[in-house]
Structure formats: structure tokens, C-alpha cells
């Protein structure tokens, strides 16, 4: 008998969407089959799928943001252009700054997270990861081969960077195709996220794709009993939701102003609504955890929060302070976009509620499913 999952990956579907009125469809699977929202970790999307793909906690694998500090591994680029940046009269002129790195970047790196505003005068001691997209991170690779010695399953990533759109009609095209009894595919739909932080979870724009691609799934769904019967399993996964933009925090700015020189006295990763920062000495360590605490935007993650929310690493390399922004705040400008703030946001702390991942199925699970890390196991136990 053939057995078929479809694992439905949607970037960033707040659950306050799933209504009458938006989607229609889903609701329906809610009320009649299966729902649940699950415990996440903070971060984002990386870290998230990290979490999913391997079963583990970050602090377990040490994969939580695809950037880190480690000056031995910080490529070869980085440190040249670290080199070039140190002559060049207009390296803090921000948007100079980000067409330089993102040019030379794009030309010599193809893989890895694209942060195009990281300063010069920082790069050679940054390090990436050389994998961003799901199905680059090394635990889908073990995962797919497990999947084949355990239950003899095939595992079928659709989604960026090789698709980037249609990915239902690339799901039936797979599925015309396919010789295979025993199949997961894993379609990623990152579309949704984009739409958020470019124009805002309650924008026209957000909810007029929420209510297209109700549409499109339920179109799927029946489309699916046809070819499988009732003999597949119909999950659908959101990593995150996302939160309107209210007030925003130059970081590097309120820091210098009380006389702490970036580069010198401290250096830090900014990205949206995290920041990571290492610095010269405890005095300094004091002096910018005060000032972090004055700003009353965001939380500083200490030894029991880490403990919490398993990033308690065991190196500096994810940064000796972490400071989370409350709901709705932004970090402008940060390391990924000197230009404009994004409107939609994500990467809060997990008992956020935009932070919670949902699942929902045509099939009960197990009552054990409470946290995205039980995903990998989800999927080993329904494609037995």
C-alpha cells in the first residue's frame, strides 16, 4: 500500500489568522481533525528549522543564528575586505558600507546568510555558516537518510532556493511523477514572511495571500483524496507568526552616546530583534548591560534564561550578552538593512505568542508533541 505525507511548511502564518473568515479551510481541519500550538525556541527561522530537522535544542547542536564570532573561521573575504574597508574614507556612510560588502559577497559567496551591513571594521572576526535554506542545513540530509533505513521512506524538499514560487503545482507535478510507495515531501512556503516584513502582518497584502492560499490548500487537499484516497497524511507547519512594527532602537547609537565605542570598547551582531554583543572587560560588560537595561525595550537573557530557552552554550560564540527586544520593537538600522525597518517582525522570546509554532493534520498525534524539536520524530512515526 502506498503511504504518502505531505508536510506543508508555511513561513510565518500568525495563528490569530486561522478564522472564518481568512481560512476557512484550515479552520475546518482544526476543529475537526487535529491543532496544536508548540513551544518554540528564540530566533529565527535558522535556528527553528535546525531544531526541527535534528530533534535537538540549539544548545545541543551549537546551530542557533548562522552567524557567530570565531575571528580563525571567518572567511577569507571578510578579512580582505576588513583590510580594504580600514582605508576606505566612506565606510560608515551605512548604505556605502552595504552596496560594497553585498556586491563583493554576492559574487564570491553563494552560500550562507546574506547580512550586508555588518561594519567593516567587524568582518574578520564574523563568521556564517555555509548553509542557510532548509534543505542545505546538514540535519536534512541525516534525516532523509534515516528516514530510508528506518522506513524505507523517500524525503522530497520543494521550496527555496531551487523554487521559489508555485510550490503546489510543483507538489502535484512531483506527485504525477513519483514511482515511490513510502514518501514525505516537504514543501516550504516562505512567501508569507516576505510579505509580512516587507508590508506588515495586517497589511492588504498579508491577509489577501493568507486567503489565496486557504484556497490553494483546500484545491490540494481534494486533489490529494483523488490521487491517495484517504491513505495520506496532510500536515500543515508555521514556524512563527509575525507582529506589527512599533517602535524601533539604534542600539549603536544610544551606546555611543554614553561613550561606548563600537569596535573598541565592545563589538556586536544587530539583527532584527536580537543583538549579540562581546566585549573588552567586565567594566564594560557592566556599563552596557545598564545602559541596555535603561532603554526598557527588550530583555537580557541571563544564565537561567538560557538555561530556559536551551541556548546555554559552552563558548562565547553566540555573544558573552544577548538582548531580545520586546513584542513589536526593531533594531534600525541593523546588520541586515541600512534602508528602511521592516514592518513585520518576528525572533521574540518563545512565550510570545508570535513566536509559537502551530501544526494542525488531517490525523491525531501523539499527545508528546509539544515543541518544534518533536517534529523530526512526528515525521519518522507517520511515515513508518
Not at 78 to 103: C, E, Q, R, T
Not at 114 to 136: T, V
Not at 140 to 149: A, H, P, T, V, W
Not at 347 to 375: C, M, R
Amino acid at each position: 500500500m502506498n503511504k504518502l505525507v505531505i508536510f506543508l511548511y508555511i513561513d510565518a502564518l500568525n495563528s490569530s489568522f486561522i478564522t472564518h473568515k481568512n481560512t476557512p479551510f484550515l479552520l475546518n481541519l482544526t476543529n475537526k481533525y487535529f491543532y496544536k500550538k508548540l513551544e518554540n525556541v528564540p530566533g529565527y527561522s535558522f535556528a527553528i528549522q535546525s531544531c526541527l530537522l535534528s530533534g535537538k535544542y540549539p544548545e545541543e547542536t551549537n546551530l542557533w543564528m548562522p552567524y557567530y564570532y570565531d575571528p580563525k573561521r571567518s572567511p577569507l573575504l571578510f578579512k580582505m575586505l576588513k583590510k580594504a574597508g580600514d582605508s576606505l574614507p566612506l565606510k560608515k556612510i551605512l548604505p556605502i558600507n552595504y552596496l560594497l560588502l553585498h556586491a563583493t559577497r554576492k559574487f564570491f559567496l553563494k552560500k550562507g546568510v546574506h547580512a550586508n551591513n555588518i561594519p567593516f571594521g567587524i568582518l574578520d572576526r564574523i563568521a556564517i555558516y555555509p548553509y542557510y535554506y532548509m534543505s542545505e542545513i546538514p540535519f536534512f540530509g541525516k534525516l532523509k537518510r534515516l528516514m530510508i533505513e528506518k522506513n524505507e521512506t523517500i524525503l522530497t524538499y520543494l521550496g527555496p532556493p531551487k523554487i521559489r514560487s508555485n510550490f503546489y503545482h510543483s507538489l502535484l507535478e512531483h506527485l504525477n511523477t513519483s514511482k515511490y510507495e513510502k514518501q514525505v515531501v516537504m514543501v516550504y512556503d516562505d512567501a508569507l514572511d516576505g510579505l509580512g516584513h516587507r508590508f506588515g502582518p495586517n497589511s492588504d497584502q498579508y491577509i489577501s495571500y493568507v486567503r489565496s492560499l486557504d484556497r490553494v490548500l483546500m484545491v490540494l487537499y481534494k486533489k490529494l483524496r483523488i490521487i491517495s484516497g484517504d491513505q495520506f497524511t496532510f500536515i500543515v507547519f508555521t514556524d512563527h507568526g509575525q507582529c506589527e512594527r512599533k517602535h524601533t532602537l539604534d542600539i549603536i547609537s544610544e551606546l555611543d552616546k554614553k561613550a561606548l565605542e563600537f569596535g573598541h570598547d565592545y563589538i556586536s551582531f544587530v539583527d532584527a530583534t536580537i543583538a549579540l554583543f562581546w566585549v573588552k572587560n567586565e567594566h564594560i560588560k557592566e556599563k552596557l548591560l545598564d545602559i541596555l537595561r535603561e532603554t526598557q525595550m527588550g530583555v537580557i537573557l541571563n544564565e537561567q534564561l538560557k538555561k530556559k530557552y536551551h541556548i546555554l552554550f559552552n563558548d562565547r560564540r553566540y555573544g558573552e550578552i544577548i538582548f531580545v527586544l520586546k513584542p513589536g520593537n526593531i533594531f534600525y538600522p541593523n546588520f541586515f538593512s541600512p534602508f528602511s525597518a521592516m514592518k513585520g517582525l518576528h525572533g521574540y522570546l518563545p512565550e510570545t505568542d508570535v513566536q509559537k509554532a502551530l501544526i494542525l493534520s488531517n490525523k491525531g498525534f501523539s499527545p508528546h508533541v509539544t515543541h518544534i524539536k518533536d517534529i523530526k520524530d512526528l515525521l519518522l512515526d507517520v511515515s513508518s
